[in-house]
Protein backbone atom coordinates (compact mmCIF):
# COMPACT_ATOMS: atom_id res chain seq x y z
CA UNK A 1 0.00 0.00 0.00
CA UNK A 2 2.84 2.09 0.61
CA UNK A 3 4.57 1.74 -2.86
CA UNK A 4 1.46 2.70 -4.46
CA UNK A 5 0.66 6.01 -2.45
CA UNK A 6 4.36 7.12 -3.34
CA UNK A 7 4.02 6.00 -7.05
CA UNK A 8 0.60 8.12 -7.16
CA UNK A 9 2.61 11.33 -5.71
CA UNK A 10 5.78 10.86 -7.77
CA UNK A 11 3.44 10.50 -11.66
CA UNK A 12 0.71 12.63 -10.77
CA UNK A 13 1.27 15.97 -13.38
CA UNK A 14 -0.41 18.50 -10.85
CA UNK A 15 1.11 18.42 -7.25
CA UNK A 16 -0.96 17.80 -4.38
CA UNK A 17 -1.54 20.18 -1.50
CA UNK A 18 0.45 22.58 -3.68
CA UNK A 19 -2.64 24.81 -4.21
CA UNK A 20 -4.43 27.24 -1.65
CA UNK A 21 -7.26 28.40 -4.70
CA UNK A 22 -10.56 26.67 -3.04
CA UNK A 23 -11.52 25.07 0.33
CA UNK A 24 -11.91 21.21 -1.23
CA UNK A 25 -12.77 18.67 0.62
CA UNK A 26 -13.19 14.83 -0.55
CA UNK A 27 -16.82 13.63 0.29
CA UNK A 28 -16.94 10.15 1.08
CA UNK A 29 -17.11 7.51 -1.71
CA UNK A 30 -19.94 4.80 -1.62
CA UNK A 31 -18.13 2.60 0.47
CA UNK A 32 -17.63 5.51 2.89
CA UNK A 33 -13.82 6.04 2.44
CA UNK A 34 -12.24 9.15 1.10
CA UNK A 35 -10.08 8.85 -1.44
CA UNK A 36 -7.76 12.24 -0.39
CA UNK A 37 -6.18 9.66 2.43
CA UNK A 38 -4.39 7.58 0.13
CA UNK A 39 -2.99 10.61 -2.05
CA UNK A 40 -2.02 12.94 0.98
CA UNK A 41 1.73 12.89 1.78
CA UNK A 42 2.94 12.26 5.39
CA UNK A 43 1.64 14.50 8.27
CA UNK A 44 4.31 17.26 8.30
CA UNK A 45 6.11 16.05 5.13
CA UNK A 46 4.53 18.34 2.72
CA UNK A 47 4.11 17.82 -0.97
CA UNK A 48 6.61 15.33 -2.80
CA UNK A 49 9.86 16.92 -4.89
CA UNK A 50 8.78 17.97 -8.42
CA UNK A 51 9.45 15.50 -11.47
CA UNK A 52 13.22 16.35 -12.99
CA UNK A 53 12.19 15.87 -16.54
CA UNK A 54 14.75 17.29 -19.71
CA UNK A 55 12.55 16.91 -22.33
CA UNK A 56 12.68 20.07 -24.34
CA UNK A 57 10.78 19.58 -27.49
CA UNK A 58 6.92 18.74 -28.08
CA UNK A 59 5.27 15.65 -28.47
CA UNK A 60 2.11 14.20 -29.93
CA UNK A 61 -0.88 15.07 -27.29
CA UNK A 62 -2.01 11.86 -26.65
CA UNK A 63 -5.81 12.58 -25.17
CA UNK A 64 -7.86 9.61 -23.57
CA UNK A 65 -11.24 8.34 -24.87
CA UNK A 66 -14.08 9.80 -22.33
CA UNK A 67 -16.40 6.58 -22.88
CA UNK A 68 -16.82 6.48 -18.96
CA UNK A 69 -19.32 8.06 -16.22
CA UNK A 70 -18.16 9.27 -13.62
CA UNK A 71 -18.64 7.64 -10.19
CA UNK A 72 -20.62 10.86 -8.39
CA UNK A 73 -23.32 12.80 -9.67
CA UNK A 74 -22.37 16.35 -11.08
CA UNK A 75 -23.60 18.77 -8.31
CA UNK A 76 -23.27 23.06 -9.23
CA UNK A 77 -25.30 26.11 -7.71
CA UNK A 78 -24.49 29.09 -8.75
CA UNK A 79 -26.69 32.26 -7.41
CA UNK A 80 -26.48 36.03 -6.63
CA UNK A 81 -26.06 37.14 -3.09
CA UNK A 82 -25.92 40.86 -2.73
CA UNK A 83 -22.79 41.82 -4.19
CA UNK A 84 -21.57 38.49 -4.97
CA UNK A 85 -21.80 35.85 -7.34
CA UNK A 86 -21.24 32.47 -5.15
CA UNK A 87 -20.47 29.09 -6.64
CA UNK A 88 -20.71 25.83 -4.84
CA UNK A 89 -19.85 22.64 -6.82
CA UNK A 90 -18.27 19.27 -6.00
CA UNK A 91 -16.46 19.59 -9.38
CA UNK A 92 -18.15 16.18 -10.83
CA UNK A 93 -18.45 16.67 -14.47
CA UNK A 94 -22.33 16.50 -16.62
CA UNK A 95 -20.38 14.73 -19.38
CA UNK A 96 -18.22 11.17 -19.95
CA UNK A 97 -14.79 11.26 -18.78
CA UNK A 98 -11.81 9.30 -19.55
CA UNK A 99 -10.17 6.01 -17.52
CA UNK A 100 -8.70 7.53 -14.40
CA UNK A 101 -6.58 6.18 -13.29
CA UNK A 102 -4.32 5.70 -15.58
CA UNK A 103 -1.03 5.02 -16.40
CA UNK A 104 0.03 8.91 -17.07
CA UNK A 105 -2.26 10.12 -14.37
CA UNK A 106 -2.84 7.35 -11.06
CA UNK A 107 -5.69 9.37 -9.50
CA UNK A 108 -9.29 8.41 -8.69
CA UNK A 109 -11.91 11.29 -9.46
CA UNK A 110 -13.41 11.83 -6.13
CA UNK A 111 -16.56 14.61 -5.30
CA UNK A 112 -15.19 17.70 -4.03
CA UNK A 113 -17.36 20.66 -1.42
CA UNK A 114 -15.93 23.66 -3.33
CA UNK A 115 -17.66 27.32 -2.77
CA UNK A 116 -16.65 30.65 -4.77
CA UNK A 117 -17.64 34.06 -3.70
CA UNK A 118 -17.15 36.43 -6.79
CA UNK A 119 -17.52 40.07 -7.29
CA UNK A 120 -20.71 40.66 -9.23
CA UNK A 121 -19.48 43.85 -10.38
CA UNK A 122 -15.63 43.03 -11.31
CA UNK A 123 -13.40 45.99 -12.28
CA UNK A 124 -10.66 45.61 -15.52
CA UNK A 125 -7.22 46.86 -13.65
CA UNK A 126 -4.56 48.98 -15.66
CA UNK A 127 -2.09 45.83 -15.29
CA UNK A 128 -2.84 42.20 -15.71
CA UNK A 129 -2.23 39.73 -12.89
CA UNK A 130 -0.26 36.30 -14.13
CA UNK A 131 0.10 33.07 -12.52
CA UNK A 132 1.95 29.58 -12.82
CA UNK A 133 -0.12 27.67 -10.23
CA UNK A 134 -3.62 27.98 -9.48
CA UNK A 135 -7.51 28.32 -10.66
CA UNK A 136 -8.52 30.39 -13.29
CA UNK A 137 -12.13 29.71 -13.20
CA UNK A 138 -15.37 27.28 -13.16
CA UNK A 139 -17.17 25.91 -15.10
CA UNK A 140 -21.10 26.19 -15.16
CA UNK A 141 -21.10 23.24 -14.67
CA UNK A 142 -18.89 23.70 -11.59
CA UNK A 143 -15.56 21.83 -13.03
CA UNK A 144 -12.73 23.99 -12.00
CA UNK A 145 -10.58 25.38 -14.69
CA UNK A 146 -6.49 25.08 -13.98
CA UNK A 147 -4.77 25.37 -17.05
CA UNK A 148 -1.32 24.99 -15.88
CA UNK A 149 1.13 22.07 -14.70
CA UNK A 150 3.55 21.73 -11.88
CA UNK A 151 6.04 20.27 -14.27
CA UNK A 152 9.01 22.38 -14.77
CA UNK A 153 12.56 21.35 -16.46
CA UNK A 154 14.87 19.84 -14.16
CA UNK A 155 11.94 20.29 -11.40
CA UNK A 156 13.31 23.71 -11.09
CA UNK A 157 10.01 26.17 -10.34
CA UNK A 158 12.51 29.07 -10.46
CA UNK A 159 13.89 28.42 -13.88
CA UNK A 160 11.28 29.87 -15.69
CA UNK A 161 10.60 26.97 -17.95
CA UNK A 162 7.48 25.79 -17.19
CA UNK A 163 6.28 22.63 -18.99
CA UNK A 164 2.63 23.50 -21.32
CA UNK A 165 0.32 20.64 -20.16
CA UNK A 166 -0.96 20.99 -23.41
CA UNK A 167 2.52 20.84 -25.06
CA UNK A 168 2.41 16.74 -25.03
CA UNK A 169 6.13 16.92 -24.15
CA UNK A 170 4.67 15.39 -20.53
CA UNK A 171 2.60 12.64 -20.65
CA UNK A 172 -0.23 13.85 -17.90
CA UNK A 173 -3.08 11.57 -19.40
CA UNK A 174 -5.46 14.03 -19.75
CA UNK A 175 -9.14 12.94 -21.32
CA UNK A 176 -10.74 14.04 -24.79
CA UNK A 177 -12.20 16.93 -21.85
CA UNK A 178 -8.19 17.77 -21.62
CA UNK A 179 -8.77 17.01 -18.40
CA UNK A 180 -7.12 15.00 -15.79
CA UNK A 181 -7.55 14.42 -11.87
CA UNK A 182 -5.76 16.24 -8.69
CA UNK A 183 -4.55 13.71 -6.53
CA UNK A 184 -7.07 14.85 -3.91
CA UNK A 185 -9.09 13.38 -6.55
CA UNK A 186 -10.52 17.28 -8.30
CA UNK A 187 -10.92 16.58 -12.13
CA UNK A 188 -10.12 19.39 -13.59
CA UNK A 189 -9.88 21.10 -17.69
CA UNK A 190 -5.84 22.33 -18.70
CA UNK A 191 -8.00 23.13 -22.27
CA UNK A 192 -11.02 23.35 -23.91
CA UNK A 193 -13.56 21.46 -22.17
CA UNK A 194 -15.50 19.44 -25.32
CA UNK A 195 -17.65 17.74 -23.37
CA UNK A 196 -19.44 20.82 -21.37
CA UNK A 197 -19.61 22.54 -25.07
CA UNK A 198 -21.35 20.03 -26.17
CA UNK A 199 -23.88 19.95 -23.28
CA UNK A 200 -23.75 23.94 -23.83
CA UNK A 201 -24.62 23.28 -27.71
CA UNK A 202 -22.26 25.01 -28.64
CA UNK A 203 -21.98 25.52 -32.14
CA UNK A 204 -19.09 26.77 -34.88
CA UNK A 205 -19.78 29.94 -36.25
CA UNK A 206 -22.47 31.12 -33.54
CA UNK A 207 -22.44 33.01 -30.56
CA UNK A 208 -20.41 31.21 -27.91
CA UNK A 209 -22.76 30.29 -24.49
CA UNK A 210 -21.84 31.52 -21.49
CA UNK A 211 -18.85 28.57 -19.95
CA UNK A 212 -18.19 29.74 -16.79
CA UNK A 213 -17.31 32.51 -14.46
CA UNK A 214 -12.91 33.50 -14.16
CA UNK A 215 -11.85 34.25 -10.34
CA UNK A 216 -11.94 37.38 -10.59
CA UNK A 217 -16.07 37.71 -11.61
CA UNK A 218 -15.45 38.19 -15.31
CA UNK A 219 -17.29 35.69 -17.55
CA UNK A 220 -15.76 33.11 -19.65
CA UNK A 221 -17.06 32.12 -23.40
CA UNK A 222 -15.56 29.70 -26.04
CA UNK A 223 -14.03 31.09 -29.41
CA UNK A 224 -16.64 32.57 -30.67
CA UNK A 225 -18.07 36.10 -29.88
CA UNK A 226 -19.39 39.56 -31.30
CA UNK A 227 -17.26 40.95 -33.33
CA UNK A 228 -17.16 44.44 -35.24
CA UNK A 229 -18.96 42.71 -38.41
CA UNK A 230 -20.60 40.35 -35.95
CA UNK A 231 -20.10 37.17 -35.05
CA UNK A 232 -16.74 35.78 -35.14
CA UNK A 233 -13.39 33.26 -34.29
CA UNK A 234 -11.34 35.20 -31.76
CA UNK A 235 -7.76 34.73 -32.27
CA UNK A 236 -4.98 34.58 -29.15
CA UNK A 237 -2.34 37.61 -29.73
CA UNK A 238 0.49 35.16 -28.83
CA UNK A 239 2.97 33.39 -31.02
CA UNK A 240 6.48 31.72 -30.68
CA UNK A 241 9.47 33.36 -30.27
CA UNK A 242 11.56 32.81 -32.97
CA UNK A 243 15.02 31.08 -32.26
CA UNK A 244 16.43 29.23 -29.89
CA UNK A 245 16.23 28.90 -26.50
CA UNK A 246 19.17 29.28 -24.21
CA UNK A 247 21.19 26.14 -23.69
CA UNK A 248 23.42 27.34 -20.44
CA UNK A 249 23.31 25.50 -16.88
CA UNK A 250 19.96 24.86 -16.36
CA UNK A 251 18.63 26.25 -19.20
CA UNK A 252 16.64 23.57 -21.59
CA UNK A 253 18.16 24.49 -25.27
CA UNK A 254 16.36 23.43 -28.66
CA UNK A 255 13.48 25.66 -30.66
CA UNK A 256 11.27 27.51 -29.31
CA UNK A 257 8.25 25.16 -30.32
CA UNK A 258 5.19 25.47 -27.77
CA UNK A 259 7.21 22.96 -25.25
CA UNK A 260 7.31 25.17 -22.20
CA UNK A 261 5.37 28.52 -21.72
CA UNK A 262 8.39 30.76 -22.03
CA UNK A 263 8.34 29.78 -25.53
CA UNK A 264 5.45 32.04 -26.39
CA UNK A 265 5.12 35.71 -26.36
CA UNK A 266 2.31 38.32 -26.57
CA UNK A 267 2.39 40.19 -29.72
CA UNK A 268 -0.06 43.46 -29.37
CA UNK A 269 -2.67 43.19 -32.29
CA UNK A 270 -1.10 39.74 -33.55
CA UNK A 271 -4.68 38.33 -33.16
CA UNK A 272 -7.81 39.78 -31.31
CA UNK A 273 -7.59 39.31 -27.64
CA UNK A 274 -5.62 40.78 -25.02
CA UNK A 275 -2.61 39.24 -23.27
CA UNK A 276 -5.28 37.88 -20.70
CA UNK A 277 -6.95 36.17 -23.16
CA UNK A 278 -10.22 38.53 -23.40
CA UNK A 279 -11.66 41.67 -24.53
CA UNK A 280 -14.80 44.17 -23.65
CA UNK A 281 -17.65 42.84 -25.37
CA UNK A 282 -21.59 42.46 -25.66
CA UNK A 283 -23.00 39.08 -25.15
CA UNK A 284 -26.53 37.77 -24.97
CA UNK A 285 -25.72 37.85 -21.19
CA UNK A 286 -24.04 40.96 -21.04
CA UNK A 287 -26.11 43.14 -23.32
CA UNK A 288 -24.95 46.35 -22.33
CA UNK A 289 -20.96 44.97 -22.94
CA UNK A 290 -18.29 43.54 -20.38
CA UNK A 291 -14.96 42.38 -20.39
CA UNK A 292 -14.98 38.50 -21.25
CA UNK A 293 -12.11 35.69 -21.54
CA UNK A 294 -12.43 33.61 -24.17
CA UNK A 295 -10.98 30.29 -24.98
CA UNK A 296 -8.82 29.83 -27.90
CA UNK A 297 -8.03 27.22 -30.37
CA UNK A 298 -3.80 28.31 -29.94
CA UNK A 299 -1.95 29.30 -26.80
CA UNK A 300 -2.62 29.83 -24.41
CA UNK A 301 -6.46 28.55 -24.77
CA UNK A 302 -7.20 28.64 -21.40
CA UNK A 303 -6.06 31.93 -19.99
CA UNK A 304 -3.23 32.16 -17.47
CA UNK A 305 -3.79 36.11 -16.62
CA UNK A 306 -6.39 37.73 -14.86
CA UNK A 307 -7.50 41.16 -15.95
CA UNK A 308 -9.57 41.60 -13.04
CA UNK A 309 -8.54 41.35 -8.98
CA UNK A 310 -8.96 37.61 -8.64
CA UNK A 311 -10.40 36.38 -5.37
CA UNK A 312 -8.30 35.22 -2.42
CA UNK A 313 -6.65 31.72 -2.85
CA UNK A 314 -7.06 31.67 -6.96
CA UNK A 315 -3.23 32.27 -6.94
CA UNK A 316 -1.07 29.31 -5.51
CA UNK A 317 2.17 31.31 -4.39
Same mark, same amino acid.
Given at each position: ?????????????????????????????????????????????????? %???????????????????? %???????????????????????????? %????????????????????????????????????????????????????????????????????????????????????????????????????????????????????????????????????????????????????????????????????????????????????????????????????????????? %??????????????
Amino acid at each position: MKKLIVLALLMAGCQPNMRGDIDSKPLPDADGQTHEVQHRPPPGKGPPPA %RKHTENSKGKLELLKADQEA %RFKNAVKIEVKGKQRVITCNSIPDHKVG %RFPNKDNPNSISEQDITWKLPLDPKQNDKATPFDLGTFGVGTNGVIFDPQAAEWYMGERDSGWQYDALGGAIALGLDENHAHVQPNGLYHYHGLPDGLLKNLEFTKGKHSPLVGYALDGFPIYALYGNGEDGVQEFKSSYRLKKGKRPAGKGEPGGEYDGTFLADYEYAKDHGDLDECNGKFVKTPEFPDGTYAYFLTKDFPVVP %RSFRGTPVEGAIKK
